[in-house]
């Protein structure tokens, strides 16, 4: 299963990003959301006010602190390995 992460860091990529997550929800992907705390804020105030994972609620993962700690772990392993 492929993984693609998608990232949402203000107000003008909301609208886009919920439409790739609608549409990504279609195909055989693990999906990963990672938004900035700006464009979560953002959604809330001037969105519909829904939350993230009221969007997608099954399909994807939401923890973006615990997603980069893995993205910076495996990058740390690589490095490791480097050396």
């Given at each position: 299963?492929d993984?693609?992460v998608?990232?949402?860091?203000?107000?003008?990529?909301?609208?886009y990003?919920?439409?790739l997550?609608?549409?990504?929800?279609e195909?055989?992907v693990?999906?990963h959301l990672?938004?900035?705390d700006?464009?979560?804020?953002?959604?809330?105030?001037e969105?519909?006010?829904?939350?993230?994972?009221?969007?997608?609620?099954s399909?994807?993962?939401?923890?973006s602190?615990?997603?980069?700690?893995q993205?910076?772990?495996?990058?740390?392993?690589?490095?490791?390995?480097?050396?």
């Amino acid at each position: 299963m492929d993984r693609i992460v998608v990232g949402i860091t203000g107000a003008s990529g909301i609208p886009y990003g919920i439409r790739l997550l609608e549409i990504l929800k279609e195909f055989d992907v693990e999906i990963h959301l990672t938004c900035s705390d700006s464009a979560s804020l953002v959604n809330k105030h001037e969105g519909d006010g829904r939350s993230w994972k009221e969007y997608f609620p099954s399909r994807c993962s939401y923890d973006s602190k615990k997603f980069w700690e893995q993205v910076y772990l495996q990058a740390l392993s690589k490095l490791k390995q480097w050396q």
